[in-house]
C-alpha cells in the first residue's frame, strides 16, 4: 500500500527539518542521514549521525518532542510493522538501539554484527535484520529474546 502525504504535511515536515537543523547551532553539526515517517504522518524520525541521536519531529507543529541518544554513528532506522518500536542501527557501536515510539525511551540495545548500517523488522514483528558493511553479513536477531534465533 502507498501513501500519499498531502502538500501541507510534507511542507511542515521539511519546515521541521530545517527548524532542527537551525535550533542545532553552529558548534553541533547533526549530519542527518535517514529519515522514516510514522504510520500516521505525525512523526519524522531522524537519524543524525554526527550528534549520536534519533530526532523526533512532530510533523504538523515543526517542533522537535525529543532528541533521544543511541549508540556511536547512528545510520539505519525501521519501525516495527505495528510502529511501537523504533531501531536505529549504530555503526560504531556494533548495536541496534530499540525505542519506545510512544514515550521515546530507549528501552535496549542489541548486539549486531562489525558496522550495522542498516535495519528491518520483518513484517510479523518477531525478527531484526541488521546489514553490517565491515562483517560482511546480515545480523540476525530475534526480538523475543534480543539474540540470534535458536
Same mark, same amino acid.
Given at each position: 500500500?502507498?501513501?500519499?502525504?498531502?502538500?501541507?504535511?510534507?511542507?511542515?515536515?521539511?519546515?521541521?527539518?530545517?527548524?532542527?537543523?537551525?535550533?542545532?547551532?553552529?558548534?553541533?553539526?547533526?549530519?542527518?542521514?535517514?529519515?522514516?515517517?510514522?504510520?500516521?504522518?505525525?512523526?519524522?524520525?531522524?537519524?543524525?549521525?554526527?550528534?549520536?541521536?534519533?530526532?523526533?519531529?512532530?510533523?504538523?507543529?515543526?517542533?522537535?518532542?525529543?532528541?533521544?541518544?543511541?549508540?556511536?554513528?547512528?545510520?539505519?532506522? +525501521?519501525?516495527?510493522?505495528?510502529?511501537?518500536?523504533?531501531?536505529?542501527?549504530?555503526?560504531?557501536?556494533?548495536?541496534?538501539?530499540?525505542?519506545?515510539?510512544?514515550?521515546? +525511551?530507549?528501552?535496549?540495545?542489541?548486539?549486531?554484527?562489525?558496522?550495522?548500517?542498516?535495519?528491518?523488522?520483518?513484517?510479523?514483528?518477531?525478527?531484526?535484520?541488521?546489514?553490517?558493511?565491515?562483517?560482511?553479513?546480515?545480523?540476525?536477531?530475534?526480538? +523475543?529474546?534480543?539474540?540470534?534465533?535458536?
Amino acid at each position: 500500500m502507498r501513501r500519499t502525504l498531502t502538500f501541507t504535511a510534507v511542507t511542515a515536515a521539511v519546515a521541521a527539518f530545517a527548524w532542527l537543523l537551525a535550533g542545532a547551532g553552529a558548534e553541533r553539526y547533526l549530519s542527518p542521514v535517514e529519515l522514516v515517517l510514522s504510520p500516521d504522518d505525525a512523526r519524522l524520525y531522524v537519524v543524525c549521525e554526527s550528534s549520536d541521536e534519533l530526532a523526533v519531529v512532530d510533523v504538523k507543529s515543526g517542533k522537535v518532542l525529543r532528541r533521544v541518544p543511541v549508540g556511536h554513528t547512528p545510520k539505519g532506522l +525501521a519501525l516495527s510493522p505495528d510502529a511501537k518500536f523504533v531501531y536505529v542501527a549504530n555503526s560504531s557501536s556494533d548495536t541496534v538501539t530499540e525505542i519506545d515510539a510512544q514515550t521515546l +525511551a530507549v528501552t535496549r540495545t542489541l548486539h549486531a554484527g562489525f558496522e550495522p548500517t542498516s535495519v528491518l523488522v520483518d513484517r510479523e514483528g518477531k525478527t531484526l535484520y541488521a546489514a553490517n558493511r565491515i562483517g560482511g553479513n546480515i545480523s540476525v536477531i530475534d526480538l +523475543a529474546s534480543g539474540g540470534e534465533p535458536q
